[in-house]
């Protein structure tokens, strides 16, 4: 079992940038950045293999947002730049033991563990 915290969630003007974080609380081989704005689909933002570091992104996001990690303290960020009204959403961390290889990259699928979230509002 592996919680996760997540923090940094905040209110910001559009054009602003602002960085969450996820702590994990064990060994991941995956974690993601997940979104859902009300009444709208959860949808993957971006996602990082713990060991290589290697990193995978919606098209919504690339260029402007970015996906990290200190293994050091298990924890990975999200900073998020350029932000955009219809980036308002709440934010969920996500996580996986496992690979889950043929499921989509940016899929729910792919995690057994959740945050709570963090919400994150921008305004025009």
């Known amino acids: 079992q592996v919680q996760l915290v997540e923090s940094g969630g905040g209110s910001l003007q559009a054009g602003g940038s602002l960085r969450i974080s996820c702590v994990a609380s064990?060994?991941?081989?995956?974690m993601g950045w997940f979104r859902q704005a009300p009444g709208k689909e959860r949808e993957g933002v971006a996602t990082?293999?713990?060991?290589?570091?290697?990193?995978y992104y919606a098209d919504s996001v690339k260029g402007r947002f970015a996906i990290s990690q200190d293994n050091a303290k298990n924890t990975v960020y999200l900073q998020m730049n350029s932000l955009k009204p219809e980036d308002t959403a709440m934010y969920y961390c996500?996580?996986?033991?496992?690979?889950?290889?043929?499921?989509?990259?940016?899929?729910?699928?792919?995690?057994?563990?959740w945050g709570q979230g963090t919400q994150v509002t921008v305004s025009s």
């Open positions: 990082i293999l713990t060991g290589s570091g290697s990193t």
């Open positions: 996500a996580a996986s033991q496992n690979s889950y290889a043929s499921r989509p990259a940016l899929s729910p699928l792919r995690y057994d563990y």
């Open positions: 064990g060994y991941t081989y995956r």
